[in-house]
Nanobody, 120 residues
């Protein structure tokens, strides 16, 4: 059974940094795009970042470009999101996805999410 488990969320202040982790189990995704999405209350799920299977190619949502960095560790079957200079508008539940389509911004597998709250 495929599982994606996010961790690393919490309450931080504006300007702080935070690192989210996503551990995959049940199968490997070394040939697939993996990514991060977020959803704030009352909003639709928003694309944050995706990374290719090789880790060579990355794509970011406009609102996080230059502040967030996605990376992956194929040996650990994990993907990470380094969040720097966070803002209150980054407050959301962050979801890890696997086998993601970079055109439709959807994924075949999802984690349950980790909450990030940024205070001003």
């Amino acid at each position: 059974q495929v599982q994606l488990v996010e961790s690393g969320g919490g309450l931080v202040q504006a300007g702080d940094s935070l690192r989210l982790s996503c551990a995959a189990s049940g199968r490997t995704f070394t040939a697939n795009f993996m990514g991060w999405f977020r959803q704030a209350p009352g909003n639709e799920r928003e694309f944050v970042a995706v990374i290719s299977g090789s880790g060579t190619n990355t794509y970011y949502g406009d609102s996080v470009k230059g502040r967030f960095t996605i990376s992956r560790d194929k040996a650990k079957n994990a993907v990470y999101l380094q969040m720097n200079t966070v803002k209150p508008e980054d407050t959301a539940s962050y979801y890890c996805g696997a086998i993601c389509n970079i055109v439709t911004k959807t994924c075949n597998y999802w984690g349950l999410g980790t909450q990030v709250t940024v205070s001003s």
